[in-house]
């Protein structure tokens, strides 16, 4: 499935599975892109679902809606006439649901991370190489102006060879995981308590990997893990549950470690730090999206992004800005100045994913990121929780591929040589 192009789609049709935070940004950036219809939308809740259809009035886009059991959704995916599933639930329910909407014949785009397990991975692979069907992990972060910039520079040999890429989702969440109502069924916090190791690793690694072309020319091969105790979730659930005993079930639980820091090494003998770390009180957010080449280095955070290709220190603003101007990709040039007009989440990044996507879609192209992608990314959520369970040890990084990644080519059209024909509406 690397590289494969299901044939064009005039105008997409599309179901929404998940109406709390994710499904509607993705909603409401798809709403202005021209040859596409949503055509169902599914929540367990139905205020949700009713809620995203009340946002599509006055627009062509008239869906299905489906709610009020748990297993709804799977009346979206079996809908005929839906060719593109989102599905935005929380992410251990995205295996399950990628695979029955493929076996219903529909492509899919998944939120972060597509799998939580290996069988998962696996299941996921099986089902669209059977059924040939795009399954594409929709990794926002890879689209950031800095990530695709860095991304043509290393095409273009900037870097020499890259080296070793340091990598992150560190930002606080620990409001947002104690907050009664803020994700359904507090799912977060209770995954914070059920598992161990990197539990988000895609948004920094996603970048990274396609940077070093991982399953395409290089592979992971395998990864240590190490996490720290937790200092901080078991004391604010317990803060919280003498003022409130709504929260008495939280503070009895054993919460995993407040940072995770994992290493994977590639076959070909490069290294990536991924770091996770949702606890600290921390202001500023970070990806830190450090690559380390033979001829020079790139770094994002702490901000402002900043490239060094001498022994002088970073480069100064002026040659910097030179840079940017001769590596920034059409990709980032033609779509990230509409994403921000339309004022598209993350920075325009969710317009640049989705519209490329659909774009894909109507031109009959490869999509950016393919299942195999979508998997290895995933994969550090079970493979990081098994290293840290085992005393840090080294585990293997099972090579979703099969032996493919020697001959897959690079698949991210960030010039734009093809397609590119897709309307943004304002
Ligand atoms: N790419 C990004 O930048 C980004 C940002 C936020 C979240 N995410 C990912 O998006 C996903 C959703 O996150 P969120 O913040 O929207 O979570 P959320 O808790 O706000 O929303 C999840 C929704 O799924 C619904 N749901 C639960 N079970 C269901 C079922 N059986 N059938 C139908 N609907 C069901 C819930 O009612 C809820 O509305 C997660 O996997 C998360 O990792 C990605």
Redesign the pocket.
Known sequence: MSGFAAPKIESVRIGV?????????HIQVLRHLDGIEIRAL????PE?AEAARHSLEGTPHKPTL??G?????KRLCEQPDIDLVY?????Y??AS?AVYAMECGKHVA????IASTIGDCWKLIDTAERTRRHCMM????AYGPFQVLTLNMARKGFFGEVVHGECAYNTSKMSNNFGKN????M??LKLYAAKRGNI?PT?GLGSVAQIMNINRGDRFDFLVSVESNDFMMGAAARQLAARDDFYRPFAGKEYRGNVNTSIIRTVKGRTIMVQHDATSPRGPHSVIHAITGTKALAQEYPLPPRISNSLKGWLPQKDYDDLVRQYTPAITTRIGELARQIGA??GGT?LLEDWHLIDCLHNGLPLDQDVYDGVAWSSIVPLSEWSVLNRSGSIQIPDFTRGAWQTNQPNMDIDLHHGGNTRVIG
Do not use: K, Q
């Open positions: 599975i998940g109406l709390g935070h994710r499904g509607p940004s599914c929540d367990l809740l949700r489906y709610s059991g748990a297993s709804e959704w599905i935005t639930t929380p992410y329910m995205h649901m998944s939120e972060v991370p929709l990794e926002n972060y803020f994700y359904w069924d799912w977060w988000y948004h989440g993350h969710d």
